[in-house]
Antibody, heavy 118, light 108 residues
Framework: QVQLVESGGGVVQPGRSLTVSCVVS????????FHWVRQAPGKGLEWVAV????????YYADSVKGRFTISRDNSKNTVYLQMNSLRVEDTAVYYC???????????WGQGTLVTVSS | EIVLTQSPATLSVSPGERATLSCRAS??????LAWYQQKPGQAPRLLIY???NRATGIPARFSGSGSGTDFTLTISSLEPEDFAVYYC??????????FGQGTKVEIK
């Protein structure tokens, strides 16, 4: 079955960097686009970034543009989110999700918690 | 950016009753709306895509309707496992892809 497994979360100080990963199995990875969606504690869902199936297009939320970078390695079935210049307001559970038809999310990982705190 | 407004914020319903959740878009999004269910400590789960299509494995008691700016998720007869938070989300105008703020369905 389809599985998305995130890792790499943790506690990081403001201004520092962190990279979270998402290993995907059970589907044709190279034929799928992927998004990152985050959820701050006790809050709703916020879309963060997307990468097309072939990596040709990437889009970011205004709140992370210029600080976060999404990438993929088709040889490792893995999607990455590199987060630089982290802020307290970036504290959230980060979910990796598979794209369905340019913008619905049909499979989700269990999430990885990123806490930005001094 | 398209803003999605969900109502009510909280819906108190008894098991076996019908629940009706609403989502209104700030401009027309055709039928490009999805609904997700999220239980505490879990990732969201896709229920409905493109306004009215049930995702794989979703029970028939969940149905979606609407187009343009007004959408509805109906749960025909609430089961104990249906008490959760529900989010709507649009894919019509992007980036960004946007979500509503959520409706919590609680036990009455």
């Amino acid at each position: 079955q389809v599985q998305l497994v995130e890792s790499g979360g943790g506690v990081v100080q403001p201004g520092r960097s962190l990279t979270v990963s998402c290993v995907v199995s059970g589907l044709t990875f190279s034929g799928s686009g992927f998004h990152w969606v985050r959820q701050a504690p006790g809050k709703g869902l916020e879309w963060v970034a997307v990468i097309w199936y072939d990596g040709s297009n990437k889009y970011y939320a205004d709140s992370v543009k210029g600080r976060f970078t999404i990438s993929r390695d088709n040889s490792k079935n893995t999607v990455y989110l590199q987060m630089n210049s982290l802020r307290v307001e970036d504290t959230a559970v980060y979910y990796c999700t598979k794209d369905r038809a340019l913008g619905h999310f049909d499979y989700w990982g269990q999430g990885t918690l990123v806490t930005v705190s001094s | 950016e398209i803003v999605l407004t969900q109502s009510p914020a909280t819906l108190s319903v008894s098991p076996g009753e019908r629940a009706t959740l609403s989502c209104r878009a700030s401009q027309s999004i055709n039928n490009y709306l999805a609904w997700y269910q999220q239980k505490p400590g879990q990732a969201p789960r896709l229920l409905i895509y493109d306004a009215s299509n049930r995702a794989t494995g979703i029970p028939a008691r969940f149905s979606g309707s609407g187009s343009g700016t007004d959408f509805t998720l109906t749960i025909s007869s609430l089961e104990p496992e249906d008490f959760a938070v529900y989010y709507c989300q649009q894919r019509s105008n992007w980036p960004p892809w946007t979500f509503g703020q959520g409706t919590k369905v609680e036990i009455k």
